[in-house]
């Protein structure tokens, strides 16, 4: 009989029409991707793709199994969170799998989630932190209904893409470094300066070089680490200055660990993103939590400066909330 993973496969490969994109998609080998299909094929006795120089094509009969496909994973997620109803022994919670980047999830989640449950306390949240790839990984599964990311991803036929607002990245510096008593830098100066940086095959890290980029800083890197935690420590004992949203340093300006200073020649802006699909947002309270935060991210004391507000939001989402179940 043939897994969920296998299904989750082939409608990758369905839906980017080529082993080798599906393959990066998944994080899987282009050999694994490909025995995967074609032990699906084999149990189901019919063939499902046409592969060609140009990618594949789906049969007739794999046409018909991708419609069948889709309907398969959502009974999938609705039959698991039944379970879990059923385990709460008749109680009416709901149970609702969320995913957000480690900085998101340490910092912004835990206020978002605790508002919400104030006024949703029929809804259990379940938050997975994890990086972009896995998440988008994740969504094309059974796994999550929807995650916000501080990374740029493209939008597909798989994952939507929703631009929530952009966040205010500043640079930080810890006591003793030399721009430790100013209040704002000129970009020419950051010349002179060592960076801590995310790892350089990381989305983050593209995001931080195009960043600074944009104001003629090419940075000199001193060291590089996979998570905020890590970059905010070596900032502190002096290693370097970093570029970090300015939400993720707050408990760190309050203690006076760290010191942030804004650029002279304007200010630096980190996009947030709410990644989802159709099929994903008809998790049980998915829709409750979207719209909570549209209406309240104005409201949220989390971010000091928004400097775009989701205005256009409810229109983006209009699809959304017409699938989403109750």
Not at 157 to 186: M, Y
Request: charged residues 20%; aromatic residues 8%; proline residues 5%.
């Amino acid at each position: 009989m043939f897994s969920l993973h296998q299904v989750e496969i082939f409608q990758t490969v369905a839906a980017v029409g080529s082993i080798s994109r599906a393959s990066e998609k998944l994080y899987l080998s282009q050999p694994a991707v490909s025995q995967h299909i074609k032990a699906l094929e084999n149990d189901i006795g019919v063939q499902l793709l046409v592969r060609s120089r140009r990618g594949v094509t789906l049969t007739p009969a794999g046409e018909v199994f991708l419609k069948y496909s889709r309907q398969l994973m959502r009974l999938s997620r609705e039959a698991r969170e039944s379970t879990v109803l059923a385990a709460r022994e008749g109680n009416a919670q709901q149970y609702l799998h969320i995913g957000a980047t480690p900085g998101i999830g340490a910092c912004l989640m835990p206020h978002w989630m605790n508002d919400f449950y104030f006024y949703n306390p029929q809804i259990t949240l379940a938050l997975k932190v994890l990086s972009t790839s896995e998440l988008v990984r994740r969504l094309i599964g059974p796994d999550i209904a929807f995650a916000v990311v501080g990374d740029v991803v493209s939008r597909s036929s798989v994952v939507e893409v929703t631009h929530f607002w952009d966040e205010e990245a500043v640079i930080v510096v810890g006591r003793g470094h030399p721009l430790w008593n100013r209040q704002t830098v000129k970009a020419e100066e950051l010349a002179q300066h060592f960076f801590v940086m995310r790892g350089n095959n990381s989305l983050a890290h593209a995001w931080e070089l195009q960043t600074l980029a944009e104001f003629g800083i090419y940075p000199r890197t001193a060291a590089e680490f996979n998570t905020t935690a890590a970059i905010k420590q070596a900032v502190s004992t002096g290693m370097g200055l970093a570029l970090l949203p300015y939400f993720s340093i707050k408990n760190e300006l309050e203690s006076g660990r760290l010191k942030n200073v804004r650029l002279s020649e304007g200010v630096l802006r980190r996009p947030i993103y709410l990644l989802w699909t159709p099929t994903s947002l008809q998790s049980p309270g998915a829709e409750a939590f979207v719209q909570f935060l549209i209406r309240n991210l104005d409201s949220l004391p989390v971010q000091p400066v928004k400097l775009q507000n989701p205005r256009n939001l409810d229109v983006m989402l209009e699809p959304v909330v017409a699938v989403a179940g109750p």
